[in-house]
């Protein structure tokens, strides 16, 4: 039997930090995705306290439903987490990165790097389970 036919538990001097997936080892990766939740709900109630915009409270809350829904698939490791926090990630960059360009106000420009930096983050995630690094 290879070593990557045995469920990773079985495997010499392993201690999980967390439940593991058959597929895939996940090692707190629903903790950033709990953050991008919280972040963007942040984000949409500030958007909303300074402007009286409720497309940026819907959009906010909506974001933060995602990134909510991608932590918990992760977390009680289902599929789709990892898949749903990128495209999360990419459609709140690809939203909010030309807001901030033309605006320069600060939640726009602070939403934006944080859909960057989850995309980042999420899409390395997305690249190792895909290809298995």
Not at 14 to 43: D, I
Not at 57 to 80: E, M, P
Not at 105 to 123: F, I, Q
Request: aromatic share 8%; glycine share 10%; with cysteine.
């Amino acid at each position: 039997m290879l070593a990557l036919d045995r469920p990773v538990a079985d495997l010499p001097h392993h201690r999980p930090l967390c439940r593991l997936s058959p597929k895939h080892p996940t090692t707190m990766s629903h903790h950033p995705a709990y953050t991008l939740s919280g972040l963007c709900a942040v984000g949409g109630v500030v958007g909303y306290a300074r402007t009286r915009s409720k497309p940026s409270l819907i959009a906010g809350l909506a974001f933060a439903a995602l990134f909510g829904a991608s932590g918990y698939l992760i977390q009680s490791n289902q599929d789709w987490g990892v898949e749903l926090a990128s495209a999360s990630s990419a459609i709140l960059t690809s939203a909010m990165l030309p807001r901030a360009i033309k605006t320069r106000k600060p939640v726009p420009a602070g939403l934006a790097l944080v859909g960057v930096a989850g995309l980042g983050y999420y899409g390395k995630k997305l690249y190792e389970q895909t290809y298995g690094l």
